[in-house]
């Protein structure tokens, strides 16, 4: 299984970015799928998931009712639309794929990430 990150950029504070995945070598229909990201000397942490039909996620607090999470079964794509963006939410990207259908919040229950994505906002 391989995903390939992509949509990271330079943006301004208060800007957007769309941040896409592709899944590739196995049915991307039916696991949970997360977003996690890492800035600079800090842990990894989690942003957001969803579940493997794609009608439950969840978010991380700082970025509840900023970001959205999405997926398109048919293109085998997850996507993260970040909107009103903070210079708190610099750092890699990385998104993660899991071998069950719920969504989680939690690290351990991911298998697969991709290589990450830089977002930086600036002031």
């Known amino acids: 299984v391989q995903l390939q990150a992509s949509g990271g950029g330079l943006v301004q504070a208060g800007g957007s970015l769309r941040l896409s995945c592709v899944e590739s070598?196995?049915?991307?229909?039916?696991?949970?799928m997360a977003w996690f990201r890492q800035a600079p000397g800090k842990e990894r942490e989690f942003v957001a998931s969803?579940?493997?039909?794609?009608?439950?996620?969840g978010y991380e607090d700082s970025v509840r009712g900023r970001f959205t999470i999405s997926r398109d079964n048919a293109k085998n794509t997850l996507y993260l639309q970040m909107n009103s963006l903070k210079l708190e939410d610099t750092g890699v990207y990385y998104c993660?794929?899991?071998?069950?259908?719920?969504?989680?919040?939690?690290?351990?229950?991911?298998?697969?990430w991709g290589q990450g994505t830089q977002v930086t906002v600036s002031s």
């Open positions: 993660a794929s899991g071998s069950s259908i719920a969504y989680s919040l939690r690290k351990a229950d991911y298998d697969y």
């Open positions: 070598g196995r049915t991307f229909v039916g696991y949970r």
């Open positions: 969803i579940s493997g039909s794609g009608r439950t996620a």
